[in-house]
């Protein structure tokens, strides 16, 4: 910075010299007002937290705020769904805060009024459960901020002002759609199944249920299998889940045929405890094609995964605060990820058709997809959700799959 100084000799040149201090103070001022592109690089900081600040991204106003749930129930919130939204609002020049709560409900509550007293105007979030997201929710209409619920709706409360996920009933019938055929490949009379669902706290947890509950309960019905459990994982906790198959398998004194486990990391545990009972073969869902689930696929410990681009999901749910942002109805958002505008009711997380009526919220529905051992080259590595470095690592990198492509 340029200093200036003066030793006044009399009262005119004090009064000449303070004019012209103030005449190039103001003109300091016009040229900061007047900056060029080279100060607005929507660079973004890192560590947990990511702002970047732009040109403002249009006619709206405000940041946008994506509060994520932890790192620990899925490495994607962290690992894949964070740069993907750095990257979509980088690119639209909007200010953007990005912050994770680790599992702390009353951290993201915190981080939630942070961002309100900061001046967002949408918040992009995560549960950590619904009861508390539903007061975030609320919290957040109150002082006029938008809301986008993401992947995990919050029941209870008025409901966000949109809902942006994958067609969850169709996650679950995914997962049955591939294991009830390779369970009645099983060379056993009756198949005896387990149903290892996610957290009740998670309105998803049902809606994935409900998808493999179907198919579970028409063939229990029909005689065709046996149900040993149907458990709910509470927070989608590994070690808890690990620890409650433990003990099914106890008390159905290792009698267990299949695990109907509702993501990748409650099915590394269901095989981890499958494998300690010495049960082999036993067929296995998951969901989110994480590159553990990926391994235990190539490994024979897990049958399939459900793949979620998360990079649709985050590109339409970036799409979709853009638009609250700017003011514009989320019926106008287009992307060119495919998606089915429905809607979601807030009392009860059940789909409803129309995105319109009283307590419906607007959901942006997505297409999940079904990986196995067949299609894991033409699903999620050529979308370069996963890479064959990453997958094949340790005893993955000796199975057919990775001696052939690596």
């Known amino acids: 910075m340029r200093r200036f100084s003066y030793k006044a000799t009399d009262s005119t040149t004090k009064r000449l010299l303070l004019l012209l201090l103030v005449l190039v103070s103001a003109l300091a001022l016009v040229g900061a007002g007047c900056g060029g592109d080279d100060d607005d690089d929507g660079g973004g900081g890192g560590g947990d937290e990511t702002a970047a600040e732009g040109d403002g991204g249009g006619g709206g106003e405000g940041s946008i705020w994506v509060l994520l749930p932890d790192s620990a129930s899925s490495p994607r919130w962290e690992a894949d769904d964070r740069r993907y939204f750095e990257q979509h609002f980088e690119e639209a020049g909007v200010e ?20 309100i007293a900061d001046g967002a105007s949408v918040i992009l979030l995560v549960s950590i459960d619904t009861g508390s997201g539903a007061t975030i929710i609320d919290i957040a209409k109150d002082a006029g901020v938008k809301v986008v619920e993401y992947d995990r709706f919050n029941t209870g409360g008025s409901g966000g002002d949109a ?10 019938a995914a997962m049955a759609e591939v294991l009830e055929p390779a369970i009645d490949a099983l060379d056993v009379d009756t198949p005896r199944v387990v149903m290892l669902n996610g957290g009740e706290e998670d309105n998803n947890s049902f809606l994935f249920r409900q998808g493999y509950a179907e198919t579970v309960e028409a063939r229990v019905e029909a005689g065709d299998w046996e149900l040993v459990a149907d458990q709910h994982v ?24 299949a695990v109907f486990a509702a993501n990748d990391g409650l099915g590394n545990s269901a095989a981890n ?60 958002v287009e992307s060119d990820f495919e998606f089915e505008l429905i ?17 419906v919220v607007p959901y942006f529905a997505l297409v999940p997809i079904a990986v196995t051992a067949d299609n894991i080259q033409e699903t999620v590595i050529e979308d370069g959700f996963r890479t064959i470095e990453e997958v094949c690592t340790g005893d993955t990198a000796q199975t057919d799959f990775c001696q052939e492509n690596s």
């Open 96 to 115: 953007y805060n990005i912050v994770n709560a680790e599992n702390d409900a009353a951290q993201q509550q915190a981080q939630a009024e942070q961002a």
């Open 163 to 172: 809902y942006v996920s994958f067609d969850n009933v169709a996650v679950g």
């Open 234 to 257: 509470p927070g989608w906790d590994n070690q808890q889940a690990q620890t409650i198959m433990e003990q099914i398998l106890t008390d159905a004194n290792n009698d267990v045929d």
């Open 273 to 332: 405890a499958l494998e300690a009972a010495g049960i082999e073969g036993a067929p296995v869902s998951g969901q989110d094609a994480t590159e553990a689930g990926i391994q235990n696929i190539l490994l024979g410990r897990q049958t399939m995964t459900v793949y979620k681009p998360i990079e649709a999901e985050a590109a339409v749910a970036a799409a979709v605060a853009l638009a609250l942002r700017d003011g514009e109805d989320v019926s106008s």
């Open 343 to 359: 809607g979601i009711t807030a009392e009860d997380g059940q789909p409803a058709d129309s995105p319109e009526g009283d307590g």
